[in-house]
């Protein structure tokens, strides 16, 4: 006799009352809000961390990622234009502590140096953790949006990040890490 439980999908419900829905579709857009701001302000903090970067090969990565920030803000602008709503950003309080954070790292180390390179990277990742955390989140929200290709979109936008996460833990692994520890 087979004693296991399948588990249920979730259910969508079959009529939301309409204010549900809006105030369901006024997070959402927060969040869009909170997430645009964040990739604008990382944006210019990237290009603090590309010229202080001691190897070329991060130095070209802060860029690459800087580029594909520009690129994630207009797909942001997309969404927001899915959702109805004109793209505009709102402080996030947890990027701009991750920018300072990464502004500190530079100060409190040597100049061309490793340790600033595997300080760089480990500020880089917390930001992206928190962009991989905001967009996967996101993504699991819009699978009750009436509009299917924010879905989409977000998904687009999350692989991105997990590719640039990868790559950074790759540079730190290959030669970053272990430069540091014997400078």
């Not at 100060?107 to 140096?113: L, R, V, W």
């Amino acid at each position: 006799m087979n004693t296991t439980t399948k588990k249920a999908a979730p259910k969508t419900p079959k009529s939301t009352p309409k204010n549900t829905q809006s105030e369901f579709e006024k997070f959402f857009v927060e969040q869009l809000q909170d997430i645009y701001w964040a990739e604008k302000h990382l944006s210019k903090g990237l290009k603090k961390m590309q010229m202080a970067a001691t190897s070329p090969r991060l130095a070209e990565a802060f860029k690459k990622h800087y580029t594909d920030s520009e690129k994630q803000m207009s797909t942001l602008e997309q969404l927001f234009e899915l959702m109805g709503e004109k793209p505009k950003g709102k402080r996030c309080e947890a990027m701009a502590g991750l920018v300072t954070e990464a502004e500190e790292m530079i100060s409190d180390t040597e100049a061309n140096s490793f340790v600033r390179d595997a300080g760089l990277i480990l500020a880089a990742q917390k930001a992206e953790h928190y962009e991989i955390a905001t967009y996967g989140t996101l993504k699991a929200l819009a699978v009750y949006l009436p509009q299917k290709r924010v879905h989409k979109l977000l998904d687009t936008l999350l692989r991105d990040e997990k590719r640039t996460d990868q790559l950074l833990t790759a540079l730190a692994e290959e030669f970053v890490n272990e430069s540091a520890a014997i400078e």
